[in-house]
């Protein structure tokens, strides 16, 4: 895997209120369903683990996503905007939300609301990856 996959991973685990360094294994939960999500601790994907771009990487730029970008300062790769998700959560999010683009209502709000879940399970990183 590719490390610099490898290191957001691990930013995404770090800045993760629910996640917990086990041995040599992060355990934490996806973002959209809660299931249990392993991440080795050299970053390496366990199982179903993927990252999430909360807000797409896409929609950076895009005037009507503008809000949603200030939240996690223009930068599709800071912390905030990354998390663990399932394979398949993160793939249909993909498939349905994020393709709409941020000109969809509905779209803008489901991220909004996953924006505000990633939010409320922040944690300032003790140290950086
Ligand atoms: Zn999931």
Redesign the pocket.
């Known amino acids: 895997m590719r490390s610099a996959l490898r290191r957001r991973l691990l930013q995404a685990a770090h800045t993760d209120a629910l996640a917990a360094l086990d041995g040599d294994t992060w355990r934490s939960r ?1 973002l ?2 809660r ?1 249990a999500l392993a991440l080795r601790a050299d970053g390496e994907a366990l199982g179903t683990t993927s990252l999430e771009h909360v807000v797409p990487s896409a929609w950076f730029g895009r005037r009507a996503a503008a809000e949603l970008c200030a939240r996690v300062g223009f930068e599709p790769d800071d912390p905030r905007n990354l998390a663990l ?2 394979a ?2 993160n793939h249909g999010k993909g498939c349905t939300h994020d393709a709409r683009g941020p000109g969809d209502a509905r779209a803008r709000e489901v991220v909004a609301a996953l924006l505000d879940a990633r939010m409320a399970r922040w944690r300032e990183p003790a140290e950086t990856p």
């Open positions: 996806c959209h369903c299931r998700a399932c398949s959560c």
